[in-house]
């Protein structure tokens, strides 16, 4: 560990657990763990594996859609470090693979700051390992769900990253589409942007079926039944609602590959069932 690093692991302690196994469930499919098989890792079980090749039996381009999210994920972290934002706020963290958001922010920004927060057990034990040998700048991991943003907003953590009062961006890649309309999904991204100071940022990613004969595009929830939390796609203009009160980046709300794209354009970027934007807090 350098002097830099400030790795807080209290997710244990949050959660009330002492054995990480507790609810792993390898039986049943996780979302982390299927995206992680979608993105070529190996941190995922049967149960996962088999859930997930039901999803890319169902359309091949969910895979390179994951591939298009965490590129996103990538070029929308830099963009925002190379403003100068040097605070980052990322719900729904997923299993480290290549280019983390504190790997990619570092690079621009070596002493950004990083607080990730998940509600999958195994995302933190490996978030835990990743960063025990590799951190630079404060970077904390905590148990959160989404779905309770006053807890969040509660989390020591995540108060230390807001009340310096300096811009902070708030990451939900690929995460709302596990918020379900009956648990408020607008309310809770209202509550959390609210709380975020002037100049922040609201960046995001979120499933769509807009590309997809509806027949067809009804099949992928209905895979994730069986898993641990639902799919909840939505339609452009549901997804253009989270950024209410935001003045959207250009070139606004896009399908993944075509936000500020650093190569050069496929005929399937338009397909990608994935919407993606950056809104800027006045
Ligand atoms: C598809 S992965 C996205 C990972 C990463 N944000 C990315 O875009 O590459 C979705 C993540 O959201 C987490 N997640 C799902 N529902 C959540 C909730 N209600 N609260 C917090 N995290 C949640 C899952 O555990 C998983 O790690």
């Known amino acids: 560990m350098t002097d830099h690093q400030d790795v807080s692991l209290d997710w244990m302690s949050a959660a009330g657990e002492d054995r990480p196994s507790a609810d792993l469930r390898p039986e049943i499919p996780h979302p982390a763990r299927m995206y992680d098989y ?20 169902l359309s091949p381009l969910v895979r390179l859609s ?6 996103f994920l990538q070029r929308a972290v830099r963009h925002l470090a190379e403003a100068g934002v040097g605070r980052f706020l990322d719900i729904g963290t997923g299993i480290p693979t290549a280019g983390n958001t504190h ?12 607080a990730y927060l ?6 933190l034990v490996h978030s835990r390992a990743l960063l025990a040998g590799a951190s630079r700048g404060t970077v904390t991991v905590s148990r959160a769900d989404l779905r309770d943003p006053a807890a969040i907003l509660a ?13 902070v961006a708030l990451l939900l890649f690929a995460v709302l589409h596990f918020v379900d309309g009956a648990d408020d999904p607008y ?22 079926g807009d590309f997809a004969d509806p027949a067809e595009a009804a099949k992928g929830p209905a895979v994730y039944r069986s ?18 009160g935001l003045e959207l980046l250009e070139p606004g709300l896009v399908t993944a590959p075509q936000w500020r794209p650093d190569r050069a354009a ?16 006045a």
Request: hydrophobic fraction near 45%.
């Open 118 to 123: 998940d509600n999958d057990p195994i995302v």
């Open 155 to 167: 989390d020591p953590d995540v108060r230390a990253l807001l009340d310096a009062g300096e811009p």
């Open 38 to 57: 979608y993105l070529g890792g190996k941190d995922n079980f049967p149960a996962d594996r088999a859930a997930a090749e039901q999803v890319l039996a």
């Open 66 to 71: 994951a591939m298009a999210n965490r590129a």
């Open 187 to 208: 309310g809770t991204v209202k509550q959390l942007v609210d709380a975020l100071p002037p100049g922040s940022y609201l960046a995001l990613s979120h499933a769509t």
């Open 227 to 244: 898993a641990t939390a639902q799919l909840s796609m939505r339609t452009k203009d549901e997804v253009l609602r989270f950024f209410d």
């Open 266 to 281: 496929d005929p399937t970027d338009a397909e990608i069932g994935i919407w993606a934007g950056v809104g800027r807090k």
């Open 103 to 114: 790997e990619t922010a570092q690079a621009v920004l070596p002493d950004a700051r990083v």
